[in-house]
């Protein structure tokens, strides 16, 4: 894996994110079908990776306000062990016009990394079985590839099983 920097007009605010950090990443580019709408999965049959291997980030709400989940685009987010994981009795998937609003990103294209306000996060305890794992760089077609741990350390995430299948 390399160092990528923003080139070819790719930087995002995720990018810039890592950058800044000195995190390994690479950027896997990949052509966009507009009426596509799973982005995740659509994501993982262009770049040719494993479903478990690619990550969606969804936002959720909580008793203490907007929050962040990382999980594979094989499953669904269990609202039950999101919410024990950050401490709460409760979890409801967010709206997404306030979700675009809080992260800076639009549905698809949302990145756990450089959103317009840190949100507590947590990231399904299966990336820490992948030496490196992919999630939106913060815009359709184009995805990050770093080790679960530097996804972890800049977003000062929790891990936990977050994830069920789906």
């Known amino acids: 894996m390399s160092k990528s920097r923003n080139k070819g007009g790719q930087g995002t605010p995720a990018t810039v994110a890592l950058t800044q950090a000195a995190a390994d990443f690479t950027l896997h580019p990949y052509e966009h079908d507009a009426a596509a709408q799973a982005y995740g999965e659509e994501a993982a049959d262009a770049l040719g990776v494993p479903y478990g291997q690619i990550f969606k ?17 094989s499953g669904k987010l269990d609202l039950k062990a999101f919410a024990a ?76 099983p977050i994830g069920r299948a789906g």
Request: charge should be positive; aromatic fraction near 4%; hydrophobic fraction near 50%.
């Open 57 to 73: 980030t969804l936002v959720a709400e909580v008793e203490s306000g907007l929050a962040v989940a990382v999980v594979p685009v």
């Open 85 to 160: 994981a950050l401490g709460s009795k409760r979890a409801a998937m967010a709206d997404a016009a306030k979700v675009e609003r809080v992260t800076g990103y639009v549905v698809g294209g949302i990145s756990p990394l450089g959103q317009r306000k840190r949100l507590p996060t947590v990231v399904d305890a299966s990336a820490l079985d992948f030496a490196t794992i992919y999630f939106s760089a913060g815009r359709r077609g184009l995805q990050i590839e770093t080790a679960p741990a530097e996804l972890v350390r800049l977003t000062q995430a929790v891990t936990a």
